[in-house]
């Protein structure tokens, strides 16, 4: 069953403001059709969004390195200094018996941020190529990495969370250290990547693989 969207139609929609509106043909070297609602230019696709999504990804993936190998915070007291990343973090509360919060930590710390980065990595690397595989499941994936994007600021709130808890238990100094400054880099720039992609990435080969038997049928009617 063939099913009619919105280019086979002749519509456009607004990124900006979603207005559904009928999409006018310019020319080569005129200005791009503009919203009637909010007069945003339109696009079909995102423009390079492959592009910015992977240049995003790249940066948040190299970042991740550091945020996870540097000192989140440093310990000042009166038995000498100390630096913690979330790693001893994580360490440090499951030996105390603060394991359920050991376990948050990992979660939101380590485990999250890296399927962050897989998920929109495999969304990206099938766009490109153009894959049909299983375009149910990947949409349901991006949704997830939108949803969880909602919630990415808590993995700093648990980074804050731990310093404080740290600080209250002993007397010390705490200061953040430059591995919280590259995970929330990553945080950040996790967030940037799932916004550029656009989704409708993942259903044009679909939908060109379903119009392809179509036109085959059209070229060589039977008789």
């Not at 609602?37 to 910015?52: E, G, T, V, W, Y």
């Not at 001893?88 to 018996?97: A, E, I, L, N, R």
């Not at 709130?157 to 600080?167: K, N």
Request: charged share 15%; net charge neutral; proline share 6%.
């Amino acid at each position: 069953m063939k099913y009619l969207t919105a280019t086979d139609a002749g519509l456009i929609s607004c990124h900006a403001c979603g207005h559904l509106q009928p999409r006018a043909r310019t020319r080569a070297g005129h200005a791009h059709q503009r919203c009637q609602r909010c007069n945003s230019p339109l696009h079909l696709r995102h423009p390079d969004s492959l592009a910015r999504t992977w240049a995003l990804l790249i940066a948040a993936a190299l970042l991740y390195i550091p945020a996870n190998l540097l000192p989140v915070m440093h310990t000042a007291s009166l038995v000498g200094d100390e630096d913690d990343t979330i790693m001893s973090g994580v360490v440090y509360f499951w030996t105390s018996g603060d394991a359920p919060l050991a376990v948050i930590v990992f979660i939101a710390s380590i485990l999250v941020p890296m399927l962050k980065l897989s998920v929109i990595a495999l969304l990206c690397f099938t766009s490109q190529r153009r894959s049909t595989w299983r375009p149910v499941e990947r949409t349901k994936l991006y949704r997830l990495v939108e949803f969880i994007g909602r919630w990415s600021m808590l993995d700093i709130f648990v980074v804050t969370l731990t310093v404080a808890l740290v600080r209250f238990q002993s007397l010390a100094v705490i200061t953040a250290g430059p591995g919280a400054i590259a995970f929330g880099s990553v945080v950040i720039l996790t967030m940037m990547a799932s916004m550029q992609f656009d989704p409708r990435l993942i259903w044009d080969p679909v939908d060109e693989d379903k119009q392809q038997p179509t036109q085959h049928s059209q070229d060589h009617p039977h008789e």
